[in-house]
Structure formats: C-alpha cells, structure tokens
C-alpha cells in the first residue's frame, strides 16, 4: 500500500472486524497461502458473515493484471 513494502505476514492474538478488513485491503497481493495475517483476516471476515468464502479463490500464484 503506497508503495510500502509489507514486512509483517504474521498472525496476530487477536483480530477486531475492522482490523481485518484493513488487513485484507493492505495485504490484497498476498495469497492466503502464504500469508498467515491474511488467512486469519479473511476467517474473521467469513465467521462474521461479512464476507463469502468463494471471493477469496486461492490463488498459488497469481498473475498481476495486465495494462494495455
């Protein structure tokens, strides 16, 4: 995000629904594979009925979009 590199992928004691949303929008190039911080944001967001485990496809790779 603003072109600062994120350097905390890990998983934290606790995780408010705001918080996981902030982490979902700031961490949005990281898989949920590889992210732990992520993946406990999105379980939060699922749990809370705030999101739908299906917008979150698991990706291992996923391709940046291309600009035309």
Excluded: D, F
């Amino acid at each position: 995000m603003l072109g600062i590199p994120i350097e905390n992928h890990e998983a934290v004691t606790a995780m408010s629904l705001s918080y996981a949303r902030g982490v979902v929008r700031v961490h949005q190039c990281c898989s949920i594979l590889a992210c732990p911080k992520k993946r406990q944001a999105v379980a939060k967001l699922i749990a809370a009925r705030k999101a739908i485990a299906g917008m979150y496809a698991v990706q291992q790779n996923p391709r940046p979009t291309e600009m035309r």
